[in-house]
């Protein structure tokens, strides 16, 4: 488990909600998992441009196996998979990134 850091987490996340300026991007993931985002899973096959697909384990919002989807249907991305990381990258994740 990664070591949680209160102090920087709750800069994090005033920094989020004062940059956030349409508050209905807030609800994309709903959207994808089944709420009209099956538009998108369907078109992961036209993405072209090289890509990095980076993810946790241990994410609780986007189970690890989305990874291996992505990996499958956007041809030539690579992956780094993040250890004990959930949804939200750690501070001592750029080490391995």
Do not use: C
Not at 26 to 43: I, K, P, S, T, V
Not at 70 to 93: A, C, M, R, Y
């Amino acid at each position: 488990k990664k070591q949680f850091d209160k102090q920087r987490s709750e800069k994090l996340i005033r920094a989020e909600f004062n940059r956030a300026n349409n508050y209905i991007s807030m609800f994309n993931h709903a959207a994808l998992q089944g709420g009209g985002g099956e538009e998108y899973w369907n078109r992961l096959n036209e993405i072209k441009q090289p890509t990095l697909i980076i993810h946790g384990t241990d994410d609780k919002i986007w189970h690890y196996k989305n990874a291996g989807f992505l990996l499958e249907k956007i041809k030539g991305s690579n992956l780094i998979t993040l250890e004990g990381t959930g949804h939200e990258l750690h501070v001592d994740d750029w080490k391995s990134i």
